[in-house]
Structures are given as C-alpha cells and as structure tokens.
C-alpha cells in the first residue's frame, strides 16, 4: 500500500522464518505485531493504491460528521454482501412461504451479522492485517492450506449466485431475447470493465457501489410502494418473534435466512476494506476513533440493506402469500404473459424464486414491475460479484502471499464461477440454473465456521488486539452467537442431504462430514485456548501451534518481521 508501517526488527538482525519460534519475554507490546510490513511489501498492494485521509478537527468533540463521511465507503461495500441475489431469492421465498411471519429471523440475522462485521473491522484496524494476512501468519502451514480451501469454496458458490443472477436479469429485461448462456458471458465482460473503476480513485468506485444500492432500493422500494403491504402485519411479523401456524417448510426457510444474511467471506472482506483509511495505530486514540465511526457506518450500511431486503420480503408476503399455482396461471394467462407455462394447473403452493418473482410481479402488476424487478436484480449481481472478486484478491494474496495482477486474479475467478455455471445454462432451462442456488447456499453454510471461529480467535488475543481485544461479554456473546450460527447452518445442511434420497451420496457426505468435523474442532480448540480456556492447551509445542501462553500461542507460526516483545 502507499503508507505501510515498517517492520519493528530490530536493526542488523534477520527476521525469522515462518513457523520459527522467536524469543519472548515476560510483557507483550501489542503495537509491535501491528508493525510487521517490510519496505519490499509495499511494492505489492493488497488493496487500492491510495489511502483516503481522516480530516483532524481541533475541537474535542466524541462526534463529527466529516470524520463519520471520511469513514463512509467499506461498511456500504461489505453491505452489499447482504443484498446479492442469493438474499434477494431468500426474501421472497420467505414472503411466499411464510408471508411476514418470519421478518423478526430476518432483523435477528442482520444484527448477529453487524456484530460479526464489528469484529472483523476491529481486526483490520487494530492490527493493520486483514483476516486472511492473520491466519497466514498465525496458523500452521497444514491448517492453514485447508482454511483458504474452505473460504475459496464459499467465494466460489457466492459468485456462481451472483453470476446466475445477472444472467437471469439480462433475460427478463431482453424478454427471453438474450438467452442465459449469453447472459453469463456478457457478466464476465462487464465484470472486467467495472472492477477497474478503482483506477479513478478508491471514492469514485465508493461512490459507484452506492448508485448500485441506491438503483437497489429505488427499484425494491418501487415494487413495495405498488404492492402496498399490510404495515401492521409488517411490524407484527418484524418484533413479535414467533410464527403461528407455521411447520417444517417455514423452519427450513427460517434457516434459509440465516444462512444467506451472514456469508463467510464477508468477514474476510471488511476486515481489509478498513485498511483503506489513514489511521495511525501506534495512537490509540486514533484506533478507537476509527472503531467507532466503522462501527457507526456498518450499522447506517446494513440497516439501509435491512430495509431493501424487507421491501422483498413484504412484496411477496403482500402480493403472493397463499396462491396456488392455478391462481397464478391463470392471472398470467389473463394479462397475456409469455409465462404461464411456468405455473402447471394445479392447487400446489406457488414456488417462486428470482426469475419466477419476477415473471409474477409482471402478471399482477403489469410489464413495468417485471422490469424494474430486473434491473434491481441485476444491480444487486453486478455489484456482489465485483466484491467477491476483491473478496477473493485478499483471500490469496492473504493465505498464500501471492501478488496477482487485478486482471489474473478476476480471471481466474471468473472461469472457476463461470464454467459450471455456464454448461448449465446451455444444456439446461432457467429452472435448473435457479435451483443450483440450494446447493450453492449449502455449500456457503458449511464454510461459515472457517470465517466465524477464526475472527473471534483473533480479536480475543491480547497479544494481537492489545487494549481492544474482547471483553468478557464479546467473548462469551460471541461464542455462543458463532456457536447458534453454525448449528443453524448445519441443520440446513443436514435437511438439504437427508433429501438427496440417495445411498451412495449419504456415505460420501459421511465420510466428508468426519473430516469436515474434525477440522472444525481444530479451529474451535484453539479458539478456546485463545478465550482463556488454558486447561484444553494439553499438547505444549507438539508441533501444532500451541503453547502453554493462551494469549500468544498463535504468535509461533508467525511471519518474519514480528519481534514479540514478551
């Protein structure tokens, strides 16, 4: 970057390799981990080659608004992980199945996730290190490795959703014209041209991802003001936790919802995205400040992500709650929609997802409602699948310390996402590329330990977050927070195999789920250590990152350029 820190070796002397055990003493200084970025990686950025500076105001004021707008730009970009259209689908299967009966799991998810986004800002911006940057440096080679596996997997499927959703939106706006093969490769191309809007300066591409939100909330909005939703039925469902009526679909939507709100590779984000403000760390009153204003961004950022999704949720819950399939064949067949076909004459529930929402919306509430459904659909694609490209830049730079070019990075992400997601569109219909976000969901639900238990490991470490690390309330909060999520998540997986109906797929997800299970009880271990639970830390220096010191054990396997005063 243009304004790293140098490294605190001290001078004349060789800064010891990866995994070698450097000397402590019997006092730590923090600020000396936070230090650790040699003059040659600064020749390397790992995120925008310019740094917005913090306006210092004379006065001692606990609030000012140009520092709040200095601030203002990674908690909108991050926030965008909550509007994709994996969450944009989640939303109105939710208004559909359970009408406004579960909004309350909806708001519930969106504050678990600002207090995860919290952790992981306080992390970018107590240590200067993003949280891939702090597994490489603080976990074994093998774990490590399978860790950036795991997150690649989530990035992945996040952006195979994202692909899938820009395609769908091209259709709909083109009247089936362009087909969604062509859809796909017209998002690689337009994905390439705007990731490098951050030639014009870190503000502008800022500036750019909240038109795309504004677009977002103008069109959803749009749809919620036409639709007209019952406003007490809304509030009812949004603060009465409980759901009258409902059974196993509604849970398993309930589930749904969760899983979608709170990605994994979302934390990986925003811990580097902070990185992008002048901050001196060795002032803490500056980190403190800098932890506040994040904090009050990312809540302005995901309540603004909060309403559009509601708006979703409430149009569906509204206009399609209930109906049958033969309702709505034949409303579609009466305005002369190019789509009853999707909707068989039957008395089944209606099933929806992002291009039937659509479709419906055109057959209730006229040709300008399909549209504007699809240009808010294609803003919310276009803009999650340029930040999971910058998800997956700092996921490799960070794991592997490897410096790509933008242009390498996007294009090996791409193909990854693009290729399935592309055979699939040629060979197979909108129904089958719709139904490939199950699988994509399951698959970012399994990965959220690997971002979870890593971010409250770290930010529990004095070593690392000195004077900010977490209290005993974030401690035990958090743990059982990340605890809840997961065994959520895990539920969903589990509803999603047991429906495979398959012998041979249920011994392979066995098998996958012990290794699968093991690691994470890795993680978990050492998170545990790290929260102060010293009697686990029975292996000393086996070999395995741990030590007898709960709050540096991690600090062995660190890079070079760290000298630990302890």
Not at 59 to 68: A, G, M, Q
Not at 159 to 188: H, K, Y
Not at 476 to 485: A, D, N, P, Q, R
Not at 504 to 524: D, I
Request: proline residues 4%.
């Amino acid at each position: 970057m243009g304004t790293e820190e140098q490294t605190s070796v001290p001078e004349g002397e060789v800064p010891p390799e990866n995994g070698d055990i450097q000397a402590t003493h019997t006092h730590y200084s923090s600020m000396h981990t936070k230090t650790y970025s040699t003059s040659k990686d600064e020749v390397y950025t790992t995120y925008f080659e310019e740094k917005v500076p913090i306006p210092q105001d004379t006065s001692e004021t606990c609030f000012s608004f140009r520092k709040l707008w200095a601030f203002t730009g990674p908690g909108f970009l991050m926030s965008i992980a909550y509007l994709d259209p994996g969450n944009i689908e989640s939303d109105l299967q939710s208004g559909a199945k359970a009408g406004f009966k579960l909004l309350w799991v909806l708001l519930g998810a969106t504050i678990i996730g600002l207090l995860l986004q919290r952790l992981a800002a306080r992390l970018g911006v107590v240590t200067g290190m993003h949280l891939a940057e702090v597994c490489n440096r603080q976990y074994p080679t093998v774990p490590r490795i399978i860790l950036w596996l795991m997150v690649e997997l989530a990035i992945i499927g996040s952006d195979m959703q994202e692909v899938i959703g820009c395609a769908i939106a091209f259709n709909l706006l083109s009247v089936g014209r362009i087909p969604l093969w062509a859809g796909v490769l017209i998002t690689i191309f337009d994905t390439f041209v705007f990731l490098f809007l951050d030639k014009y300066g870190l503000r502008r591409l800022e500036a750019f991802f909240g038109f795309l939100i504004t677009i977002m909330a103008l069109t959803f909005g749009y749809e919620y003001v036409t639709v007209k939703p019952d406003q007490g039925q809304l509030l009812k469902g949004m603060f009465l936790p409980y759901c009258e009526g409902c059974g196993p679909v509604q849970l398993e939507q309930a589930v749904g919802i969760v899983g979608a709100v709170i990605m994994p590779h979302n934390i990986y984000l925003h811990s580097a995205l902070v990185k992008s403000r002048q901050v001196d760390r060795t002032k803490p009153r500056e980190v403190k400040e800098a932890n506040k204003y994040y904090f009050i961004e990312s809540t302005i950022a995901l309540f603004v992500s909060f309403l559009i999704n509601v708006f979703v949720v409430a149009v569906f819950a509204e206009g399609f709650y209930g109906r049958t399939n033969l309702d709505v064949h034949n409303v579609c067949n009466h305005s002369g929609s190019p789509h009853t076909h999707l909707f068989p004459q039957d008395n089944n529930t209606l099933q929806v997802d992002i291009y039937k929402g659509g479709v419906v919306l055109g057959c209730f509430f006229g040709p300008v409602a399909l549209y504007i459904w699809a240009v808010g659909i294609l803003a919310a694609g276009q803009s999650s699948t340029m930040t999971g490209t910058y998800s997956g830049q700092f996921v490799m730079e960070g794991f592997l310390n490897l410096r790509w070019s933008r242009f390498a990075r996007v294009l090996l992400t791409r193909s990854v996402a693009i290729v399935p997601t592309l055979l699939v569109a040629v060979f197979q219909d909108v129904q089958h590329l719709t139904g490939m976000n199950d699988f994509l969901n399951v698959l970012q639900s399994m990965q959220l330990p690997f971002a979870l238990i890593p971010i409250l490991t770290f930010t529990s470490l004095p070593s690392l977050m000195s004077e900010f690390t977490n209290g005993l309330f974030w401690k035990i909060g958090g743990g059982i927070v990340i605890l809840v999520v997961c065994a959520i998540n895990m539920y969903f997986v589990v509803v999603y195999v047991t429906g495979l109906n398959s012998v041979w797929l249920y011994v392979l997800a066995a098998l996958l789920s012990v290794a699968y299970l093991c690691f994470v009880g890795y993680l978990a271990w050492q998170c545990l250590i790290a929260l102060g639970v010293s009697c686990l830390d029975v292996c000393g220096r086996l070999g395995i990152g741990l030590s007898g010191a709960t709050d540096s054990y991690l600090l062995d396997d660190m890079d070079g350029g760290v000298n630990a005063d302890r």
